[in-house]
């Protein structure tokens, strides 16, 4: 037997922002609220468990210092990368510069806090 990701936990100085931002992007929504200001959001029809990890936003006040040792990849579901791209630069992802040479195949992007990630080339099939 083998470990599973189950969730994905993000400090944010703004979970609420960060909580919406994410939804947005996958298609999901809040599962739950926890005293300390913590959101998880997750897959609406599964929640918690189900073959997607959820993401909780933890509330942190302290400014983040040096490089993401971590970061998300995405894929689109229903549209090509360059749409993809335009509507995640609608919802308030801005691009980053990570060192990247413009050769590669994806886009490295920031979610409204600064946390990068990245924009595959491949669409994948919607779960």
Same mark, same amino acid.
């Given at each position: ?32 609220? %926890? ?9 609406? !029809?599964? #929640?918690?468990? @189900?073959?997607?990890?959820?993401? /909780? $936003?933890?509330p942190n ?24 791209? %335009?509507r995640l ?7 980053? !510069?990570? #060192?990247?040479? @413009?050769?590669?195949?994806?886009? /490295? $992007? ?5 946390n990068e ?11």
């Amino acid at each position: 037997m083998a470990c599973r990701i189950s969730e994905l936990v993000i400090e944010a100085a703004d979970a609420e922002r960060l909580a919406a931002f994410w939804s947005q992007v996958l298609g999901y929504a809040e599962i739950g609220r %926890e005293d300390d200001g913590s959101i998880e959001i997750g897959p609406p !029809d599964t #929640g918690f468990g @189900g073959p997607q990890p959820t993401i /909780v $936003l933890s509330p942190n006040s302290e400014p983040r210092t040096g490089k993401l040792r971590l970061h998300i990849d995405v894929s689109a579901t229903d549209r090509d990368q360059d749409a993809e791209l %335009e509507r995640l630069l609608a919802l308030g992802a801005r691009t980053a !510069d990570v #060192g990247q040479t @413009g050769e590669e195949s994806w886009h /490295v $992007l920031a979610d409204p806090e600064g946390n990068e990630f990245c924009l595959l080339r491949a669409r994948i099939p919607a779960l």
